[in-house]
């Protein structure tokens, strides 16, 4: 599966249109129709954010906002707190970048508050709250990683 297939799974278990979703999520239906389709970088960054939150042992929605509301999410935020975080469990930038499979220097680019990270965390968790869900079930449904699932009830 993709990370598109389980927004669109969850969005139609809501009975939500990708008008309403989009809407909800403040961009155009277009731009929500090719995060769904998977071609997108949410496909790669969710995972990533996935891995930041179970490494740092913290809910995803306290690494893009303080308060785990997409209201409270500013631009550039989420680098600055997951970089709180790590501090606060005493990661290293190396062991961060080693659990995410790439290099120190991009994963230096998340805690710059300059990745991907930025765009499409505010927007998993704005679904989150659409679907009733914890933002992390988006990333483990079923507690499985997504991309393990061949589908899920």
Known sequence: ????????????NKGLSIEETAAGLGISAEDYTQIEAGESQAEE????????????ETPTSRL????GR???TKQ????????????RKGKTLE???KALEIEVADYETVEAGESPIEKYGPLFL?????????VFNLFYPCGLPFQELDDYP
């Open 126 to 134: 704005g679904f989150a709250e659409q679907i009733e869900q914890p």
């Open 45 to 56: 960054w969710g995972p990533k954010l996935a891995l930041i939150a179970i490494e740092l």
């Open 95 to 97: 062991e961060m970048a």
């Open 70 to 72: 997409s209201e409270d």
């Open 76 to 87: 550039g935020q989420a680098g600055s707190l997951i970089k709180g975080h790590r501090e």
């Open 1 to 12: 599966m993709k990370l598109g297939d389980v927004l669109k799974k969850e969005r139609e």
């Open 64 to 67: 893009l906002a303080e308060s």
